[in-house]
């Protein structure tokens, strides 16, 4: 059985405890990156991370990329989308097709 | 094209013929492997790109509800109230085979035998924003799950697909073109070498004709 987790700073993810979901919350870059550490281990099938923190992550999330689990999955946080997870899937596509062809 | 460095016997044109022969059903197999991962792979992306716009939407919704739950409620307040959640979720993944990239499927499990009982604290003394702030995170949790599994799926895709396509490649511009042009090569030694034993052999006979009748011809 895996957990979900959700990371990120503390006012955007505090409601997703109520969901049931385990919750990271991170000040800095430095602390969400020891908690990755955590999540590479296996246990987490989902891991939700606010873009503001992932945008700071951005090469150390590349590693997860092809890995089964954990899915990493950027989430707008409480400042607004920075649209980076739309970004992301577009980089899906062009890795795919060669360029974004659905956009 | 370059041609392989072979010796230009006939043992090395079978095997040659036989790499081709590979070479084309492979090119074949894989062409088709690319093809139907592209199409799986396309519908895919707009199911993300979907799933995740209302993700997007919902998460901004509770985000708003949020916000004015702490203008009215003191953080400790808030704190309190979601110190202690009820719910919790796991997920159960399966792997399944698709075209032969390995992807994830969830099965959600709630602990509480209601998958609504998420609110952690009694109405009293919250504003009724936490309730909705919370329920609205509630009602994107499954296309949430989804999401996950969708884009991980897109991103196992994605990379398998590129392989794939290299490797399509590869044997379309390079490997069949060199094994073509390396048994255009042989054969054509090999006839030349049959022509000159030919004209070998008729200048010979010419010689001994003339040695043994003083015939020429």
């Known amino acids: 059985m895996y957990k979900i987790a959700v990371m990120g700073d503390r006012d955007s993810i505090y409601g997703f405890a109520a969901l049931g979901f385990e919750i990271f919350p991170v000040d800095s870059v430095e602390q969400a990156r020891k908690n990755l550490k955590t999540f590479a281990d296996g246990e987490y099938a989902a891991v939700y991370i606010t873009e503001a923190v992932a945008s700071g992550l951005s090469a150390e999330l590349e590693f997860f990329r092809e890995k089964m689990n954990p899915a990493i999955i950027p989430i707008p946080g409480i400042t607004g989308n920075t649209g980076i997870g739309m970004k992301n899937v577009s980089k899906s596509v062009e890795q795919a097709v060669g360029s974004d062809i659905i956009s | ?217």
């Open chain 2, 1 to 217: 094209m370059a041609v392989l460095n072979v010796n230009p016997t006939r043992m090395e044109l079978t095997n040659l013929k036989r790499k081709l022969l590979t070479a084309r059903r492979g090119h074949k197999l894989l062409k088709d492997k690319r093809d139907e991962l592209m199409r799986q792979f396309l519908d895919l992306v707009r199911e993300n790109k979907r799933l995740r716009a209302r993700v997007e939407e919902g998460i901004r919704d509770a985000n708003r509800h949020m916000a004015i739950a702490r203008s009215v409620m003191r953080d400790e307040e808030i704190d309190v109230a979601l110190m202690m959640p009820v719910q919790s979720v796991s997920v159960d993944i399966t792997e399944k085979n698709a075209m032969s990239v390995i992807i994830p499927e969830y099965k959600t499990f709630f602990r509480s035998a209601d998958e609504n009982d998420m609110y952690s604290y009694g109405y009293a003394f919250t504003s009724c924003d936490l309730d909705n702030a919370v329920k609205s995170l509630s009602d994107i949790m499954p296309d949430m799950i989804r999401l996950a599994e969708t884009e991980k799926t897109c991103q196992l895709m994605a990379s398998e697909i590129e392989k794939t396509r290299r490797r399509v490649n590869a044997l379309e511009h390079i490997m069949i073109p060199q094994y073509e042009e390396t048994i255009k090569y042989i054969t054509m030694k090999l006839d030349e070498n049959e022509r000159s034993t030919t004209t070998r052999l008729m200048k010979v006979k010419d010689m001994m004709l003339e040695k043994a009748h003083n015939y020429t011809a």
